[in-house]
């Protein structure tokens, strides 16, 4: 099992340019989020997935971020235009979804360490 | 306002010793909550979960407490060991959105041999 496959692991990008993030979730995962984690701080929930539908977007900033998950399988995350303040590493995460409490335990990537000059 | 704290300065401990790493929370109505492990570089490690009805959880060397009265968790590691350096973050799974799931800011441990 290869785990949540993030990449790219590092970006440098200046201010103002697009940035992609793609996420591959363990197989067989339903639910799918992103997350943006600062230095210091917990993981802030940009936008939950079930399968392929948004279920909570209400973090996301909608002027500049976008993300998709077009098949329910594995998502994109993008950024436009990137903003000095947009630097922080994005991770993504997946569970099993559906019932119980082993639902809701989410398995992390490595995540994808943004920089904008 | 809704808050989840942790301890908010770095813990150092001596080995051997037990860890007690705090989570207090307020005005949240949690279904579970959950303890991670992160090391540099690397996204969070599922450790411990335990659910509002349940005052105590045990794994090997970690214990995990909930008081829903008190708002609060405690993360216990004993026979504490250098590679048990890390950040603990807690996160609640909240009741009142399913798999809703909020982070703390997190604890630095360090343990010095």
């Known amino acids: 099992e290869a785990g949540v496959v993030q990449s790219p692991r590092y970006k440098i990008i200046e201010k103002k340019q697009p940035v992609a993030f793609w996420c591959n979730p363990i197989?067989?995962?339903?639910?799918l989020y992103w997350y943006l984690q600062n230095l210091g701080q917990g993981p802030e929930l940009l936008i939950r997935y079930e399968n392929e539908e948004a279920v909570d977007d209400s973090q996301l900033p909608k002027d500049r971020f976008s993300a998709e998950r077009l098949k329910g399988v594995d998502s994109t995350l993008k950024i436009q235009p990137a903003e000095l303040g947009d630097s922080a590493v994005y991770l993504c995460?997946?569970?099993?979804?559906?019932?119980?409490?082993?639902?809701?335990?989410?398995?992390f990537g490595a995540g994808s360490r943004l920089t904008v000059l | 306002s809704q808050k989840i704290e942790q301890n908010s300065e770095a813990l150092n401990i001596q080995e051997g010793k037990t860890a007690t790493l705090t989570c207090n929370y307020t005005n949240y109505s949690p279904a579970y909550l959950q303890w991670y492990r992160q090391d540099p570089g690397r996204g969070p490690v599922f450790l411990l979960l335990i659910r509002e009805n349940e005052k105590e959880k045990r794994k090997e060397r970690l214990k995990v407490t909930f008081d829903t009265t008190l708002k609060q968790s405690l993360f216990h590691i004993t026979a504490s060991q250098p590679a048990d350096s890390a950040t603990y973050l807690c996160?609640?799974?909240?009741?009142?959105?399913?798999?809703?799931?909020?982070f703390g800011s997190g604890t630095r441990l360090s343990i010095r041999p």
């Open positions: 996160a609640l799974v909240l009741y009142s959105s399913a798999s809703k799931i909020i």
């Open positions: 995460a997946s569970s099993p979804g559906g019932q119980g409490s082993g639902a809701n335990v989410l398995t």
């Open positions: 197989s067989g995962h339903n639910t």
